[in-house]
């Protein structure tokens, strides 16, 4: 039976600590937007602040949803479910913020020593209800393990950007992490506003030990930047090319009309 609650009481708020996966959802204003719902893991990922606040590390994505939505209306809901024991449902419907890598607010949530690679935000949600109900449906499930293949794919791009940072002092050469978010993370579906600062951060990234474990040599380092500036360049070259094209072909209409 659904049961409605001002807070996170503490045994709801344990039960919530013992659990591998939760899931968020957020939709735009619009009619037409992208309703989202994201699953999130991970352990130590999810945080209680006090009965009526908690916040997460929003990890790199190929989509940016979550953050768009809450930047535009700020409604966002946490749900858990329970795949062993006592069946149940939790949800927690709340206001959310975004705090992005390199903030003041970020960095006093999460120093750099303890941040997982790939965090780009911390999603914090001010929580105004929560719901219970039976989850008599939801199948038992026995955990294994967590996945790390997102946090190793994480610290090989930021240990590009801090093996570029080091040699050249100028990240944005390279197949790094901010360039991810910069290429991948700007915008939502719906074209709403996702990272503003976090590309463009001037901090760098702690060498954690997923990054230590991953040493990418100055020659990969050399060539992506060289492919980068060819790029650039070349780009460049182009736009001269087709300039003087235009100039010699409005020359010699010119000549004809006259």
């Keep these: 039976m659904v049961q409605y609650f001002d807070e996170i009481s503490p ?19 619009s009619g037409d937007g ?45 749900m858990f479910n329970a795949f062993e024991g006592p069946p149940r449902i939790l949800r927690l419907y709340g206001r959310g913020t975004v705090y992005e ?8 949530l999460v120093p750099p020593e303890s941040r997982k690679p790939g965090t780009r935000a911390i999603i914090l949600v001010d929580v105004h209800k929560v719901g219970t109900s039976c989850g008599y449906a939801v199948p038992f499930f026995d ?15 930021e240990a590009l950007d801090v093996n570029s940072d080091a040699h050249t002092g100028f990240s944005a050469l390279v197949d790094g992490l901010k360039r991810y978010w ?26 954690n030990k997923e990054a230590i474990a991953y040493k990418p040599d100055n020659e990969k380092v050399k060539n992506q930047r060289a492919y980068f500036t060819g790029a650039l360049v070349q780009g460049g070259m182009n736009i001269m090319i087709g300039f003087s094209l235009g100039v010699a072909a409005a020359s010699f209409y010119l000549r004809k009309s006259h």
Excluded at 101 to 108: D, M
Excluded at 143 to 156: I, P, V
Excluded at 182 to 207: H, I, Q
Aim: proline share 4%; hydrophobic share 40%; glycine share 8%.
């Design 34 to 78: 992208h309703v989202n719902v994201s699953p999130k893991g991970g352990e130590g990922m999810f945080h209680i602040v006090n009965p009526r606040q908690v916040w997460y590390e929003d990890l790199t994505g190929s989509g940016v949803e979550t953050v768009s939505h809450l930047r535009e209306n700020g409604r966002i809901t946490v």
């Design 182 to 207: 910069a290429t991948k993370n700007l915008k939502s579906l719906d074209g709403l506003t996702g990272l503003t600062c976090a590309p463009y951060a001037e901090d760098g990234f702690a060498v």
């Design 101 to 108: 890598f390199s903030t003041p607010e970020f960095n006093a």
């Design 143 to 157: 955990f294994k393990s967590h996945r790390n293949r997102l946090l190793t794919w994480a610290a090989k791009k």
């Design 11 to 29: 045994s709801l708020g344990k039960w919530i600590e013992r659990q591998h996966v939760f899931w968020v959802a957020t939709a735009p204003l």
